[in-house]
């Protein structure tokens, strides 16, 4: 069983559709982490969650919207999305945030395509 | 701005030779300095990091070489295998950022180790 496991792996939805991204993660982390992929570009940091907290909201667009509701579990709530928001969205994990030197593990992500 | 510059964008590199990935970096307060390997399919994975009080630091066929004065850091890969054909990212972070200490990554380049 992988560390940080994400569902679903693969979603397309329309622009009016609302649907979420599930994550969780079995290493006993206290932070938690949404990260967006896109081809040619660097790893954006959209949310950090630190024992359950937002510490970090990265200038996203409201129509996503994070859920921590504890430490293992972290949700990305998707609605009136845009085609540009498809990409790869990755769920990491850290033993917590804030500290320079902690190993981030990530999910497999979730292909997401807005069409 | 992007304070984490890669080169080369793509590699392909013949099996048994070395594969070389550079970074470059902004901002003097770095000072934690990981590579992230991400195959097909799969998230990024800590593959090799290295704090600046060292200058080099090699982990099996993996060496991270570090020029604090030019900032800039490098990945080899020795004998290279068709198996280390993947994303390679560079990323950095600074301890003195404290609680807002986050990584932030490179645009990644690609390997491709031909048989």
């Known amino acids: 069983e992988t560390g940080v496991t994400q569902t679903p792996r693969h979603l397309v939805m329309g622009m009016t559709n609302k649907k979420s991204l599930k994550c969780e993660q079995h290493l006993g982390h206290n932070a938690m982490y949404w990260y967006k992929q896109s081809a040619k570009k660097p790893l954006e940091l959209m949310f950090v969650?630190?024992?359950?907290?937002?510490?970090e909201n990265n200038s996203v667009p409201s129509r996503f919207s994070p859920e921590c509701p504890n430490s293992s579990h972290l949700f990305l709530h998707l609605h009136t999305l845009q085609p540009e928001d498809s990409a790869l969205y990755l769920c990491?994990?850290?033993?917590?945030?804030?500290?320079?030197?902690?190993?981030?593990?990530f999910g497999e992500g979730s292909w997401l395509t807005v069409v | 701005q992007q304070q984490v510059k890669q080169s080369p964008q793509s590699l392909i590199v013949q099996k048994g030779g070395i594969s070389i990935i550079n970074c470059a970096y902004e901002?003097?307060?770095?000072?934690?300095f990981p590579w992230y390997q991400q195959f097909p399919g799969k998230g990024p994975a800590l593959l090799i990091a290295i704090r600046p009080d060292v200058s080099e630091k090699k982990e099996g066929r993996f060496t991270i070489s570090f020029n604090k004065s030019a900032k800039q850091f490098s990945l080899h890969i020795m004998d290279s295998q068709p198996g280390d054909s993947a994303t390679y990212f560079c990323?950095?972070?600074?301890?003195?950022?404290?609680?807002?200490?986050?990584?932030?990554f490179g645009k990644g380049i690609t390997l491709s180790v031909r048989p």
């Open positions: 901002n003097t307060a770095f000072d934690y």
């Open positions: 990323a950095a972070s600074a301890r003195s950022f404290g609680a807002n200490s986050k990584l932030t």
């Open positions: 990491a994990s850290s033993p917590r945030a804030g500290s320079s030197g902690n190993t981030i593990y």
């Open positions: 969650y630190n024992f359950k907290e937002q510490t």
